[in-house]
T-cell receptor
Framework: EPEVTQTPSHQVTQMGQEVILRCVPI?????FYWYRQILGQKVEFLVS????????KSEIFDDQFSVERPDGSNFTLKIRSTKLEDSAMYFC???????????FGPGTRLLVL | AQTVTQSQPEMSVQEAETVTLSCTYD???????LFWYKQPPSRQMILVIR??????QNATENRFSVNFQKAAKSFSLKISDSQLGDAAMYFC?????????????FGKGTKLSVKP
């Protein structure tokens, strides 16, 4: 069964460094999402992406964040200058159509020191 | 803005018994989707069940079923014949139908323990 994959599974970085989190959505899916979950808290929406552009973003998704689909398979989330409070689990999700179920990847655990 | 509330931070069930997890939500929309996702210790989010608000029939997936009460804005998950592998965090989630907002809105989760 096709699934969303994410790399790396864990990343440790120093405050102020740039990180890129990578996702490979399910191949015939057209809508892509990033969510994050700070430890012990609920999952929060960051951004959705369709047709090579951002379709929605939350208040969390400020100028430090960017997303890109650099080729036909990868979907990336870049954090330009990481802060301590960016430490969280980051989930990528994809769906075939906007109204269809979003399938999640296994997540990337980001720790900012 | 839509909100999702899960009032039970933790629940416990004996193996082979039945447990119900509660979820309420607030929306002014008439068409929307509701979901239950499971997050085991590995922390991957796994879809358990999905309900379309326009469907009166409650969704069922094997041992998992929902009690969807649209007027009460309630969406509870029933797990029958609980198994040790059901132990996880369970998140209730809402999503609008149509319009510009396709993102999921999650509740805070219920941690389910299954006792052997």
């Amino acid at each position: 069964e096709p699934e969303v994959t994410q790399t790396p599974s864990h990343q440790v970085t120093q405050m102020g460094q740039e990180v890129i989190l990578r996702c490979v959505p399910i191949s015939n899916h057209l809508y892509f999402y990033w969510y994050r979950q700070i430890l012990g808290q609920k999952v929060e929406f960051l951004v959705s992406f369709y047709n090579n552009e951002i379709s929605e973003k939350s208040e969390i998704f400020d100028d430090q964040f960017s997303v890109e689909r650099p080729d036909g398979s990868n979907f990336t989330l870049k954090i330009r200058s990481t802060k301590l409070e960016d430490s969280a689990m980051y989930f990528c999700a994809s769906s075939r159509a906007r109204e269809e179920t979003q399938y999640f990847g296994p997540g990337t655990r980001l720790l900012v020191l | 803005a839509q909100t999702v509330t899960q009032s039970q931070p933790e629940m416990s069930v004996q193996e082979a018994e039945t447990v119900t997890l509660s979820c309420t939500y607030d929306t002014s929309e008439s068409d929307y989707y509701l979901f239950w996702y499971k997050q085991p210790p590995s922390r991957q989010m796994i879809l358990v069940i999905r309900q379309e608000a326009y469907k009166q029939q409650n969704a069922t997936e094997n041992r998992f079923s929902v009690n969807f009460q649209k007027a009460a804005k309630s969406f509870s998950l029933k797990i029958s014949d609980s198994q040790l592998g059901d132990a996880a965090m369970y998140f209730c989630a809402y999503r609008n139908y149509g319009g510009s907002q396709g993102n999921l809105i999650f509740g805070k989760g219920t941690k389910l323990s299954v006792k052997p």
